[in-house]
């Protein structure tokens, strides 16, 4: 089977799932999650492979193990970025670029948690880099801990066991294997469906509240007239 390589070759999941298995799976889903090293790796197109070499037997592990295991590796994830966050707070964002971090990453993914607040640690979770900055934000913001840790599990087995479990679902299907570097494209445009769908909303939300705070309202001399009487 081959996959599409969004970039280099060693990004490829095929060929990572083969060089390191299992546990090299569940360290880049721990990176991804919260490191800022991380934001670069295939998430989403990797474990969608990893369920579909499952289900073929091309992957000696059981699904449900796989899924467990990846659901860990991803709230740990989160949870170490949060820490961090919270450790270095704002001097975060007077970083410099550098080839590995760019301030703008940070900087969208701090609209994006105050557009969204605790719910973005969720939807984050299948946009690509954002979800590697999010819980970081999150600690720079110093979300309240209980809020954070619900939706950081609610958000890691949503998106670690769906996708995973995705790919084992759609591994037995022919045209998939035929197809696989389409599906994976598909994969990733899905992704920001609930992203669009929140952003129309805010954006209608936003709408409505400018028609109504801009309707205009009987002028001060009148109101002073209508006093007088």
């Not at 990176?31 to 969608?48: C, M, W």
């Not at 619900?150 to 066991?161: D, E, K, P, Q, R």
Request: proline fraction near 6%.
């Amino acid at each position: 089977m081959t996959t599409l390589a969004l970039g280099p070759s060693w990004l490829d999941p095929d060929y990572l799932l083969n060089q390191f298995g299992l546990w090299g799976l569940l360290l880049i889903v721990f990176a991804e999650s919260g490191l800022l090293i991380g934001f670069f790796l295939p998430g989403d197109s990797l474990l969608f492979t990893t369920g579909l070499l499952i289900t073929t037997n091309k992957l000696d592990t059981p699904l449900w193990l796989a899924c467990v295991l990846i659901c860990l590796a991803a709230i740990l994830g989160d949870q170490a970025g949060y820490l961090f966050g919270k450790k270095v707070g704002p001097a975060l964002f007077n970083r410099p670029d550098s080839k590995l971090f760019k301030q703008e990453n940070v900087v969208k993914a701090h609209d994006f948690f105050e557009k969204y607040g605790p719910k973005s640690l969720v939807l984050a979770r299948f946009v690509p880099i954002v979800r590697t900055f999010t819980p970081i934000i999150a600690g720079v913001s110093g979300m309240r801990y209980r809020s954070f840790i619900t939706f950081n599990i609610i958000g890691g087995v949503l998106w670690g066991a769906g996708v995973t479990l995705l790919g084992a679902w759609l591994g037995n299907i022919e045209f998939v294997h035929k197809n696989i570097e389409a599906i994976l494209i598909l994969i990733v445009l899905i992704s920001v469906v609930p992203i669009i769908i929140e952003f129309l909303r805010a954006r209608g939300k936003s709408k409505k509240a400018a028609a109504e705070g801009g309707a205009p309202g009987p002028a001060p001399a009148q109101r002073g007239r209508h006093a007088k009487r």
